[in-house]
């Protein structure tokens, strides 16, 4: 019977290896998770929004009598884009924190077993060549879904347009647009870097 230290010391690598699957299928369902998100953005602001524009331009001059309504659902619209946004952040911490876990476990894996291997855990579960700081960094990750903070902007300042009867200038759109711009990332930001969240 094998009594050595490592045997005890360590645990048994079937049940690591598990682990490691069970993380990265949930890394990957995140991953799909945050897809989704998208075509739901596309599906319940894109079009929408789309439609309202087709609505502005059919109406003309008429448009006057229904800015009550087009306000409405443009706010409507714009609570939708910012559920969406904050479901996307969530997501994105998550997906960290699963990486960051399969990143111990990688190097557990590497430092107990790679010299008894030849060097086979470097070279199959080594991260190196899969995920670099730069790819799984918090503004990547961010860079990635920025669109939909950029569109929610450019509602809020279409909103304000309207709500102004027409009398905001540039200097005051662009304001509005960067401060909205502002919040979503600072909030990004806030709840990406939680504790859990470990930079690499």
């Given amino acids: ?6 045997t005890e010391k ?9 682990i490691y699957d ?14 989704q998100l998208f075509n ?3 599906v319940f602001v894109g079009i929408p929004i789309l439609a309202v524009g087709i609505i502005a331009e059919w109406l003309g001059e008429n448009i006057a009598n229904f800015i009550q309504e087009i306000i409405g659902i443009l706010i409507l619209i714009l609570l939708i884009g910012i559920v969406i946004f ?3 952040i969530k997501e994105s911490a998550v997906s960290r924190k699963y990486l960051t876990r399969i990143e111990v476990i990688t190097d557990f894996l590497i430092e107990r077993y790679d010299s008894d291997s030849d060097g086979l855990f470097s070279r199959l579960y080594g991260l190196d060549d899969l995920f670099h700081p730069e790819t799984t960094a918090m503004n990547i990750r961010l860079g ?20 102004a009867e027409y009398h ?11 401060i909205s711009l502002a919040i979503q990332i600072i909030v990004f930001v806030a709840v990406y870097r939680t504790p859990d969240s470990r930079k690499r």
């Fill in 40 to 42: 739901n953005y596309i």
């Fill in 1 to 6: 019977m094998d009594n050595s230290p490592k």
């Fill in 144 to 163: 990635k879904g920025l669109i939909l903070p950029i569109i929610n902007s450019g509602i809020m300042v279409g909103i304000f347009y309207l709500l």
């Fill in 168 to 178: 905001l200038n540039a200097v005051q759109m662009a304001l509005i647009f960067v």
């Fill in 22 to 35: 069970t993380i990265w299928d949930y890394y990957k369902k995140s991953l799909d998770e945050r897809t």
């Fill in 86 to 88: 904050l479901m996307y």
């Fill in 10 to 18: 360590y645990p048994d690598i079937e049940y690591v290896l598990h």
